[in-house]
């Protein structure tokens, strides 16, 4: 029973175009979100959270919107860098465990000049 | 190094054998986790220490599987009678106080776990 999900395995688009990863959940008991970004032979790092009392949050080129009524979140990148170029996970928490983190599968994201 | 650190960075094993796996979280967080992530897959839960004792290790999938963390720092994850379907990238994590759906966690890069 996959709790979150990320539909697209993989993303490409073009540098300087908008990135949109998107990702569904189905426990609405979760209430913060977030996305890390991996690159081959490294760990996942960090790069924006939402919590439930939100539906936006916006950290330089990064924008995560949040849709609780349809159990949704996106990832904006604009405007998108090769740098971008990685595995990005999708990441949720219910709030009585925060510290139990249920990733999506990913979706590989290509920034091609 | 100021990162989590986690030896070794691959391990291959015959199924049946013992194996070991270390994470060195960075210096002063409080909080350990380990993730296992098999391929094709997010990671995957496995269990979370809040300084020396098991906070919740509720994903961790049978009792082949250990991990302790006996000063509050380094942990070793415990893997008996390895399995093929236990080959995997383990994956540790840290963060200051806990709290992942909160704050932010640091991942180390994983060790590749190969059963033949």
């Known amino acids: 029973d996959q709790q979150v999900k990320q539909n697209s395995p993989s993303l490409s688009v073009q540098e300087g175009r908008i990135s949109i990863l998107n990702c569904d959940y189905t426990?609405?008991?979760?209430?913060?979100f977030l996305w890390y970004k991996k690159y081959p032979a490294e760990g996942p790092t960090f790069l924006i959270s939402?919590?439930?009392?939100?539906d936006k949050n916006e950290d330089g080129r990064f924008t995560v919107f949040l849709n609780k009524s349809a159990k949704h979140l996106s990832l904006h990148i604009v405007p998108s860098q090769p740098g971008d170029s990685a595995v990005y996970f999708c990441?949720?928490?219910?709030?009585?465990?925060?510290?139990?983190?249920?990733f999506g599968t990913g979706t590989r994201l290509q920034v091609f000049p | 190094g100021a990162g989590v650190s986690q030896t070794p960075s691959n391990k291959v094993t015959e199924k049946g054998k013992y194996v070991e796996l270390r994470c060195d979280p960075i210096s002063g967080h409080t909080a350990l986790y380990w993730y296992r992530q098999s391929l094709g897959q997010g990671p995957e839960f496995l269990i979370y220490?809040?300084?020396?004792?098991?906070?919740?290790d509720s994903g961790l999938p049978n009792d082949r599987f250990f991990a302790v963390r006996p000063e509050g720092s380094v942990s070793t994850l415990k893997i008996q009678r390895t399995e093929r379907g236990d080959s995997a990238v383990y994956l540790c994590?840290?963060?200051?106080?806990?709290?992942?759906?909160?704050?932010?966690?640091?991942f180390g890069q994983g060790t590749r776990l190969t059963v033949v």
């Open positions: 426990n609405s008991m979760f209430d913060y």
């Open positions: 220490f809040q300084g020396t004792g098991a906070a919740d």
């Open positions: 939402i919590s439930s009392i939100k």
């Open positions: 990441a949720a928490a219910p709030s009585y465990n925060t510290d139990k983190l249920i």
């Open positions: 994590a840290s963060s200051l106080y806990g709290g992942l759906g909160r704050t932010e966690a640091f």
